[in-house]
């Protein structure tokens, strides 16, 4: 079985800092994939970045980059430099040799102050 | 702008109306999904297609019935709902064979049942 854990329901940050989202994982499988999603108020779920459990780079796409710790099954989000349009719900999910099946955290709620 | 397309945005409902969710995806995928979401809440996957054919239902009841007419296209008919089925319906697809391609989701359904 997967499981996902974040353990910040709610983080605060300032416009233009940098923020990282927590998420640890557990799985017995030696193949599996990592995800996060941004998820605003409006509700569409966004594909932010993925990293693969044999990938030795951690992965970056423009502001966001995963924190990749495989020995201690983390994979933190960071995002750098913060925008107001970041305030959303951020969920880590994992994907594994369940076809199909993403395990999802219990999400993380950003808000960006001005 | 998504590339899963979801229709309607919102949807009001009797508990003896009959409806249906669509959702249509122009990325080549081979593989959709339907989630439910709860408020705050992570999404819980409800069915798998894979090369048009049902692959996964997680349990869910009959009154949901899901329909893939072609690669393009998925369905989600309703029918007797509950109260407890109002949510966010999200469609989602990817790449088959794989559970490490990302899941590209829509925007969702907002579904209300009176």
């Known amino acids: 079985a997967q499981k996902i854990t974040q353990t910040q329901p709610g983080m605060f940050v300032q416009e233009k800092e940098a923020v990282t989202l927590d998420c640890t994982y557990d799985?017995?499988?030696?193949?599996?994939?990592l995800f996060w999603y941004k998820q605003p108020s409006s509700g569409e779920m966004i594909f932010l970045i993925y990293?693969?459990?044999?990938?030795?780079q951690n992965a970056t796409e423009g502001r966001y980059s995963l924190n990749f710790q495989k020995a201690r099954k983390s994979a933190n989000l960071v995002i750098s430099a913060s925008q107001l349009g970041d305030s959303a719900m951020y969920f880590c999910?994992?994907?594994?040799?369940?076809?199909?099946?993403?395990?999802f955290g219990q999400g993380t709620i950003l808000t960006v102050h001005p | 702008d998504t590339e899963v397309t979801q229709t309607p945005k919102h949807l009001v409902m009797g508990m003896t109306n009959k409806k249906s969710l669509k959702c249509e995806q122009h990325?080549?995928?081979?593989?959709m999904y339907w989630y439910k979401q709860k408020a705050k809440k992570p999404p819980e996957l409800m069915f798998v297609?894979?090369?048009?054919?049902?692959?996964i239902n997680e349990s869910v009841p009959s009154r949901f019935s899901p329909e893939c007419p072609n690669s393009s296209l998925l369905n989600l008919h309703l029918h007797a709902l509950q109260p407890e089925d109002s949510a966010l319906y999200l469609c989602?697809?990817?790449?088959?064979?794989?559970?490490?391609?990302?899941?590209?989701f829509g925007d969702g359904t907002r579904l209300s049942i009176l």
């Open positions: 989602a697809s990817s790449q088959a064979g794989t559970d490490y391609q990302p899941q590209h």
């Open positions: 799985t017995s499988d030696q193949s599996y994939g």
């Open positions: 990293q693969g459990s044999y990938d030795e």
């Open positions: 999910a994992m994907g594994g040799t369940s076809y199909g099946k993403l395990t």
């Open positions: 990325m080549g995928h081979r593989a």
């Open positions: 297609y894979s090369y048009e054919k049902l692959s």
